[in-house]
């Protein structure tokens, strides 16, 4: 799902809103409905295929500082 996260540049409120490739209106601020909203920068939310769901997530293999292979 295309989920976006903006910020209202009037009220500085942080919002989400789902935009759609179909979608041809700029989203507006959800409290005071401002049309000048700022896109952030978010971090993504998936789940690798075959990490279960309570395992805590993605976790990357151990780093091996000494060198040895």
């Known amino acids: 799902m295309p989920i976006f ?3 209202c ?7 989400e809103t789902l ?3 179909s979608d041809t209106d700029q989203p507006v601020c959800p409290l005071c409905s401002c049309k000048f909203v700022e896109k952030l920068i978010s971090a993504a939310s998936f789940r690798p295929n075959g990490i279960p769901t309570g395992s805590g997530g993605f ?3 151990a780093c091996n500082p000494s060198g040895g292979g």
Do not use: R, Y
């Open 5 to 7: 996260e903006f910020k």
């Open 9 to 15: 540049s009037d009220c500085n409120h942080t919002f």
């Open 19 to 21: 935009i759609l490739a």
């Open 59 to 61: 976790k990357p293999p």
